[in-house]
């Protein structure tokens, strides 16, 4: 994702990046370090363009950019008291909490329209 302010200033321009890979990071790394995590530890040769030529085009000096761990959990299976409770939204699957506002409030628009669909069905009955 990308946002650009201005598109005659790169200065203004921001990035948001999101490399997914199997393990565990202990640490928060920012700027330099955090760059050459991405580039060296989880290399690029395996990625397809044009996701390897954007991590390799990341300044090493770029102090903004930063890595930290994504956790997520196993769901479980759970009591719906013979259809009587929903469970929905984030609350039905494991999402990263950073990443559920838009699923949140798609997730709400959709679920009013359903509530008032049924509720003018009843009226109707």
């Known amino acids: ?29 920012r700027g330099e370090e955090a760059v050459k995590h991405l580039k060296e530890r989880h290399g690029t040769e395996t990625m397809c363009e044009p996701f390897r030529s954007s991590i390799l085009g990341i300044p090493n000096d770029t102090e903004s950019f930063t890595t930290s761990q994504m956790h ?3 769901t479980v299976p759970w009591d719906n008291r013979a259809g009587r409770v929903t469970l929905a939204g984030d609350a039905a699957h494991s999402m990263l909490p950073s990443k559920s506002l838009y699923n949140c409030i798609l997730s709400l628009v959709t679920e009013t329209d359903l509530f008032f669909f049924f509720l003018q069905a009843a009226a109707k009955a």
């Open 1 to 29: 994702m990308q946002s650009v302010p201005d598109p005659d200033d790169p200065r203004t321009w921001s990035f948001h990046v999101a490399r997914f890979w199997q393990g565990k990071l202990d640490v928060v790394l």
């Open 72 to 74: 997520y959990w196993i």
